[in-house]
């Protein structure tokens, strides 16, 4: 994460697809992480795929996704309620440590690093009905600020507990709903933290695994 702002200062537009496909579909990121990657278990029979990982300013690889089901688009009126997807982060649980030019501090992670990345990754697929092009980065400013807050306060009314197999584990998560989908986090043996958001899927039935091979998702 960032070294001196908020955790994951650079999600956006790591997690945000805007990237060419080409560089979006690349596993070399995934293979240089030094702690396991997740993705949905063995039950979902649907497409996989790469997304984006997010590197400190050392070049240390920090968090990632990959999806599930389909690709989704910026949500529009066309596509509202017709895409079924879900995205999982895999968060590295680190410690508030030295950045690797000794010019600052690198935050900690936790859930409420998931968290947040999670919220961020499903507002970048969004758009709301009506509005236009020229308020949408107004509007992505202060929900992000807003999935930020709520990231923040994991044991405020905006979230709940869901219990979902992690590695074939039940594992509390933090859950919690919106109009544009769903998103929740928790944290797992392995010494990763997990996020995920998804629409047209529902997250009750979802369980976590470890990927063991992150190139069947390229």
């Not at 990632?64 to 009126?77: A, I, K, L, M, T």
């Not at 919106?178 to 997250?203: D, I, P």
Request: no cysteine; hydrophobic share 40%.
């Amino acid at each position: 994460m960032e070294t001196t702002s908020r955790v994951g200062a650079q999600a956006p537009a790591a997690e945000g697809g805007q990237q060419l496909p080409s560089a979006r579909r690349t596993v070399d990121g995934y293979l240089l992480a030094p702690f396991p990657w997740y993705g949905l278990d063995e039950a979902f029979t649907g497409p996989r795929w790469l997304m984006q990982v997010g590197a400190a300013a050392d070049g240390a690889i920090e968090h990632g996704s990959v999806g599930h089901g389909d690709e989704p688009s910026v949500r529009s009126e066309s596509t509202e309620d017709k895409e079924r997807f879900a995205v999982v982060v895999t968060v590295a649980a680190n410690p508030v440590r030295r950045s690797a030019d000794g010019t600052g501090m690198m935050e900690a992670t936790s859930v409420s690093s998931a968290a947040w990345l999670a919220g961020v990754g499903l507002l970048s697929f969004t758009w709301p009905g009506q509005m236009d092009h020229t308020l949408r980065d107004d509007w992505l400013d202060q929900q992000t600020e807003t999935a930020w807050v709520l990231a923040d306060d994991l044991t405020g009314p905006d979230w709940s507990t869901l219990s979902l197999p992690v590695d074939g584990v039940p594992t509390p998560f933090h859950y919690r709903e919106s109009e544009f989908g769903w998103v929740l986090a928790g944290s797992t043996q392995e010494g990763v933290h997990v996020g995920a958001y998804g629409r047209g899927m529902s997250a009750y039935g979802v369980a976590f695994a470890v990927i063991k091979d992150i190139s069947t998702y390229a």
